[in-house]
């Protein structure tokens, strides 16, 4: 809406498959200020609704001029800021772009909400760290709030001073909510929901950080910090729900590590609650007995002989303390390496071996003979029988008999 104008301004509604905003390209609602010869607008600022199935990439700046989507009511105006809506599968800010909804009329500045299936990251200029990327709700007016900054992704990265910011100057601070399975902040991200910035009222925002299943991660050294801070209003509240928190801490104010902070410069501190599962090492476990039970073998077995036998021995605890927690005790039982064969170290046991032998079988030989058998069967022979043929009973006719008739 220009300057003299009444009304509403217009929304930017863009539906694709991917969205890119690089070298300092823009999408801007806006409500102007007063001109030399109009008076400023009065009406409210136009929303922003990106639906991309892929990837929104906005990246860079140009000429001082950063790549952006904004929504913004300039001073004077009368009317609270538009809302930014992005939905997409993917969501990368970085290089000092950003997306802003802010006021500095009478009016509130408008939310700012990402819904990105897969990952969200912004980051920062790696070569300069102090020009920020990222998501800002903010109020300059003495009456208007900032917005609040809703995020909801698998996976949120914030590094390189990436920020997500609700601030106010003397209003209270907008709310940000999170909702992931993983957030990352490296190398002085910050979430932030400060008020007062002008060293003036106003409290606190709250910032929600819901991530039942997920976790919780920072680098110590790094100074990136969950701020939830006030001038001279109260402090707001951080709440966090994660199965882990790690690498940063909450501390009464900040300080050049990775904080958690609530705090307020001359009112009172707010609250951080964080919510992790209570993990009790002792709760599944049993203390052991200090002496030994009695204990009672139904049967034994024994195996070869005198070779080996079993048994069962009641030895203590076997250097185990009654609980994880405490040290080992002075009468903790040792267990020695045993001998499988028990009479082997005993020299004067009695034992005698038995040797089993197994007789070699006959060779086969060839038959090269027959013979008669008492029982008159013929039987092979391997060698030519001894015994003296039978004599025939027929005698055979002799030649002289025959002359003789």
Known sequence: MEAGGVGRGGNIDINATTLSLIDGAQLQTFTSGASDTQPAGRGEAGNVNVNVTDAVNIAGEKNGLPSAIFSFVSTGTV??????????????LRDGALLQASTEGQGNAGTIKVNAADFFTISGKSSNLNISSG??????????????????????????????????????????????????????????????????????????????????????SENSDITANAYTGSGGRVDIRAIGIYGI??????????????????????????????????????????IAADTEVAQTCQA????????????????????????????????????????????????????????????????????????????????????????????????KAIRDS
């Open 135 to 220: 998501l800002f709700v903010n109020s300059q007016s003495t009456t208007g709030t900032a917005g609040d900054i809703i995020v909801t992704s698998l996976r949120i990265t914030l590094y390189n001073s990436g920020t997500l910011n609700a601030e106010s100057a003397s209003g209270n601070g907008g709310d940000i909510n999170l909702q992931t399975d993983l957030l990352l902040l490296c190398r002085g991200a910050e979430i932030s929901t400060t008020a007062g910035t002008a060293e003036a009222g106003g409290n606190g925002g709250n910032i929600n950080i819901n991530s039942p299943s997920g976790f919780i991660v920072a680098v110590p």
């Open 304 to 399: 070869g002989g005198n070779l080996a036998k079993s048994s069962f021995t009641i030895t203590g605890r076997g250097g185990l303390p009654p609980n994880p927690g405490e040290a080992l005790n002075t009468d903790a039982v040792k267990v020695d390496l045993v001998s499988l064969n028990p009479n082997s170290d005993n020299p004067d046991s009695s034992f005698v071996s038995s040797k089993i032998t197994t007789p070699a079988p006959e060779p086969i030989i060839e038959a090269t003979g027959l013979a008669l058998n008492q029982k008159g069967e013929v039987v092979l022979t391997a060698n030519l029988p001894t015994n003296t043929p039978h004599t025939p009973w027929l005698k055979p006719i002799s030649c």
């Open 79 to 92: 009317g609270n800021g538009g809302n930014i809506t992005i939905d997409s599968g993917f969501f990368s």
């Open 249 to 290: 801490q909450p501390r009464s104010n900040p300080t050049s590590l990775s904080d958690i902070t609530a705090s307020s410069e001359f009112g009172v501190n707010g609250t951080v609650e964080l919510n992790t599962p209570n993990i009790d090492p002792n709760s599944g476990l049993v203390n052991l007995p200090t």
